[in-house]
């Protein structure tokens, strides 16, 4: 059967109408009439399809812009840096990006990791001197300028068109479900925490990077891969799914040139800095390596509970025991993470049929999060892309945001709380909000899961073959010898690619 595509649709298949695919909208839609009527024929052809697509696109994108526009109205009470009687926290508007400007020495005119340690990789060292150096520099000629304030908007509006380009990224990878992209545009995680820190330059980066894989051009997806992964560093976990996948799918070259290209790039980025100025370059693994447990971690939660079980007067409990012992606490985190990471290998060889590597690539970095020491209130933007790739459905999503901005509320009381040093909300109240968004992303995993092992209930196999992010996986049988290896497929046949008229 032929599968040739018709411009602007591709794969020659329909596109989806989420009233109809996702139930969560189905419900909520009856509310303006009700799902897409089985007679809007003329949406199915092709140039319905394609005008729907386009409709789409310059929807979500305005949403996007809409999104990030309300971020920049939540955050404009911090912009001027006068951060009298705590506004930083009793307004919602604190961002390491201005609080940092001075902090890492930039309004002095210091260049990242020569005159400075910094505690990010290399990339967004780089990153922060080639717009604070400039900033500084016009500062410097005009006093009148608050540099501090330049210096945010700036990084604002470069940080927003890469969301922005994200998005773009996301609607280029589902091209028959164009409003899959709206959950990242509309996100509330991104009202709160898009410009919090730098992390949006790696979600950027390794969203070209996926685009990058699915077109099949695996070196360029590892050279972006890699430069993601030197600008933070959960990037460069995506690319044990694509090894595990192409394992399964006997694709191993492709997968072994993007790892190849992606070392090459973050060992070409961070040679500069590491051969010239190693003790400022090697502040990010110093911090990592002595930081100790952090707010709202699973770590955190523990340390909580040690002291609501009764232990003995000057006994620590288990959590306060690895706290003061950090290298013990290293260890466990890092192997649990690497257990779990075991554990998505072997579901992948296992499942009835080859995952998607949207949901194995989620599953890895939801695991890292997890069993991290640190769970910034920024790192939910990690997982934003991801779970629209893997997992596109309102319900469980909308029920993680909510838990992710009561979260941002509670930490925010933490942080009020530390800086008066008087109690804002009870410490209950905040270890229960880090609890929800905890068991919100265990719950995520355990649908992706879900559906990995019943594909027959995933909704983006519903309107694709297979993988429209696989690149070379995409539609490539299993090796032979995963034959042993997997379950029974017990989902439903799935229909032959439509052909294009």
């Known amino acids: 059967m032929s599968t040739q595509s018709t411009p602007g649709i591709d794969d020659a298949g329909t596109t989806d109408h989420p009233s109809r695919s996702d139930g ?52 404009s009470p911090c912009q ?13 508007c604190y961002t390491d990006v201005l609080a940092l400007y001075y902090a890492e020495g930039l309004n002095e005119g210091k260049v990242p990791y020569r005159d400075h ?27 009148s300028i608050n540099q501090g304030q330049w210096f945010y908007n700036l990084n604002a509006l470069v940080l927003g068109a890469l969301a922005v380009a994200t998005v773009a990224v996301i609607l280029a990878l589902r ?15 991104l009202v709160l925490t898009a410009t919090v820190n730098w992390d949006l330059l790696a979600i950027g980066l390794a969203a070209f990077g996926l685009l990058a894989w699915a077109r099949k051009r695996p070196a360029v997806a590892g050279v972006l891969l890699g430069l993601a992964g030197a600008a933070k560093l959960w990037p460069l976990f995506l690319l044990g799914p694509l090894l595990v996948l192409a394992l399964r799918a006997d694709r191993i070259r492709a997968a072994l040139i993007a790892t190849g290209t992606a070392i090459a790039a973050v060992v070409l980025v961070n040679l500069p800095a590491a051969r010239m100025y190693p003790e ?29 079980v009764g232990n003995d007067p000057g006994q620590l409990g288990p959590f306060e025991w690895l706290n003061a012992n950090i290298p013990t606490l290293n260890t466990i985190s890092y192997a649990l993470f690497g257990l779990a990471c075991l554990g998505v290998a072997v579901l992948t060889l296992r499942a009835p049929r080859r995952p998607r590597l949207a949901q194995v690539a989620f599953l890895v970095v939801a695991a890292f999060l997890i069993f991290s020491k640190v769970w910034s209130q920024q790192f939910v933007l990690w997982l934003l892309p991801l779970v629209v790739l893997a997992r596109p459905k309102w319900g469980a999503f ?28 009870p410490e209950g109240v905040f270890v229960l909000a880090s609890t929800f968004r905890l068991t919100t ?28 992010d696989g690149g070379v996986l995409d539609g490539a049988p299993d090796a032979p010898w995963t034959d042993r290896w997997r379950r029974k497929d017990t989902s439903e046949p799935h229909p032959e690619p439509i052909a294009a008229t």
Request: hydrophobic fraction near 45%; include cysteine; charged fraction near 20%.
């Open 441 to 468: 992303v265990v719950v995520l995993c355990v649908l992706v899961v879900k559906e990995i092992l019943h594909p027959e209930r995933d909704a983006v196999r519903a309107t694709y073959p297979d993988d429209p």
């Open 398 to 425: 909308l029920a993680w945001q909510i838990a992710e901005v009561c979260y941002f509320v509670a930490f925010y009381g933490e942080l009020l709380g530390a800086a008066t040093s008087r109690p804002v909300i």
């Open 280 to 308: 400022n370059w090697d502040r990010f693994f110093e911090l990592n390596t002595t930081r100790p447990i952090d707010w709202g971690t699973l770590w955190y939660i523990g340390r909580y509970l040690d002291g609501k």
């Open 117 to 143: 340690p910094v505690e990010y990789p290399v990339l967004t060292g780089y990153f922060m001197g080639a717009l604070g150096l400039p900033v500084h520099a016009i500062g410097e000629g005009d006093p």
């Open 80 to 92: 001027d840096g006068a951060w009298q009687n705590n506004v930083q926290y009793t307004r919602f």
């Open 24 to 75: 969560f909208v189905r419900g909520m839609s009856s509310a303006i009439g009700g799902p897409l009527g089985d007679h809007a024929t003329a949406l199915d052809r092709p140039a319905g399809q394609e005008r729907r697509f386009w409709t789409a696109v310059r929807i979500v994108l305005a949403l996007a812009c809409l999104t990030l526009a309300l971020h920049w109205v939540q955050k």
């Open 175 to 189: 091209r028959r479900r164009p409003w899959d992209a709206a959950l990242f545009a509309l996100a509330p995680a």
